[in-house]
């Protein structure tokens, strides 16, 4: 096509007796160069109008004579402009072909990927809030082979992510199910949940290891004040009930006074008329008072409990005091103070 392109250009030629011109010019212009004098003023703007008129003259013909000259190459162009413009045509055309192809192309990308993934998800046993692999900075050309399948770069890649999913996952779940077990090795009573290490469950292991021991440390504080509260408590309301027993205590002895006085007067009046001499009455002791209730108008009891298990050498006395624990919350009960886990033998030798 290139070998068909024929111009032939030739300079253009305007032709003008510009020496002549020229000089015939100089010698009409030298008519007009004077000195102006007051009488001269009206003659003198008279030939500077006639000077213009000359002037637009000359200008006239060197715009015919140079538009007469061009009109070729103004043709010439209009001709060449409107082939570039069919070539133009026939590229955006074509380029428009490739634009259609290259997204069909990445659509498929997408749809492989996508359907990849969510068996990868799948066979891998990634439960669906761990699912967050992404695959669009995928969504290439260089993604699928000629053929139409997935390159091996794009499905490593994509297993790359989803693996990174599952291992996120499993991070997630050993440490979740180890923080009840070291909640209690800590001396927690009640074991951290997942709200309080929601934020650092998928930290690094250092970091995530750092918030853990920083939330022990404010739950044991926590749980010492709680406890130091409670005992507190119980203390005051042991010492007050003391109180109201010694008060009560004083109160029957004061009674059993009265009525042992009582009792002695009528039996030697009664000897006395009798002859019989008084015996001393024998003292019996009364029924215990129950205990006296607290300011909420309930009786506050320490409810003490032994039974013996059987477990294996290997197990632990905290984890048999963990499991004790979570065996007492499930049965509902909730004021627990404390377990203590001891060998047989402790026992029966505390009993003697």
Known sequence: MQQMIEIQAQPGLIQVNYEQLEAALAERLEQYRQVVSPDGVKAAKAQATEINALKKTLAERRKKAADEARQ???????????LEQRCEEARQDLLEQVRRYEDQTRERARALLAS??????????VSPDYRTADYEDLVLLSSVTPKGALTKAAREKLQERVRNDRDREQMV??????????????????PLTREHVEHVLVAPDDEYESALRAT?????????????????????????????????????????????????????????????????????????????????????????????????????????????????????????????????????????
Not at 264 to 272: C, D, M, N, S, W
Request: charged share 30%.
């Open 72 to 82: 070729p190459i103004t043709e010439f162009e209009r001709q060449m402009k409107a």
């Open 116 to 125: 990849l993934r969510d068996e990868l998800w799948q066979s891998e046993g």
């Open 173 to 190: 779940t050993t440490r979740l199910l180890e923080l009840e077990a070291r909640s209690y090795r800590e001396g927690l009573h009640a």
């Open 216 to 352: 022990l440390d404010r739950e044991l504080e926590r749980q010492e004040q709680a406890a130091r509260r409670q005992r507190e408590q119980w203390e005051r309301e042991q010492a007050e009930a003391r109180a109201r027993e010694q008060a009560a205590q004083a109160r029957r002895e004061r009674a059993a006074e009265l009525e042992r006085a009582g009792c002695e007067e009528g039996r030697a009046l009664e000897a006395a008329q009798g002859g019989e001499s008084p015996q001393p009455a024998a003292s019996t002791p009364g029924p215990q008072p129950p205990p006296a209730p607290a300011q909420n108008g309930k009786v506050r009891y320490s409810v003490l409990a032994t039974f013996y298990i059987e477990v294996s050498p290997r197990v632990k006395r905290a984890a048999i005091e963990a499991e004790c624990r979570r065996v007492m919350e499930r049965a509902g009960v909730t004021t627990l103070q404390s377990v203590q886990a001891l060998p047989i033998n402790q026992v029966e030798e505390s009993l003697t």
